[in-house]
């Protein structure tokens, strides 16, 4: 478990990394971001056939980061919305 949340927050850190401008996220939201993505790639790893979904495996590692760069995104468009308004 501490394994899962330590590897989610470097799918965290690493989308934020990748995605282009600055991100006003905590590190908790970059970590709950992470284990989202983490989450999700291992799902779709595990129906593609690549391994159990609490595995690490390159495919669910890159499917977690692409998972969390969007889900950046959307909390970025999320929060820039509540200031707007």
Partial sequence: MVGFLVFGLVVGAVARLIK????????L???GLG???S?????I??????????ELNILGAII????AIALV????A???KSRTS
């Fill in 35 to 37: 284990v989202v993505g």
């Fill in 20 to 27: 282009p401008g600055k991100q006003d996220l905590s590190w």
């Fill in 64 to 67: 977690a980061i692409v998972v």
């Fill in 29 to 31: 939201a970059t970590l």
């Fill in 73 to 76: 995104g959307t909390a970025e």
């Fill in 39 to 43: 989450l999700v790639g291992g799902l």
């Fill in 45 to 54: 790893a595990s129906i593609i056939g690549s391994g159990d979904i609490f």
């Fill in 78 to 80: 999320m929060s820039g």
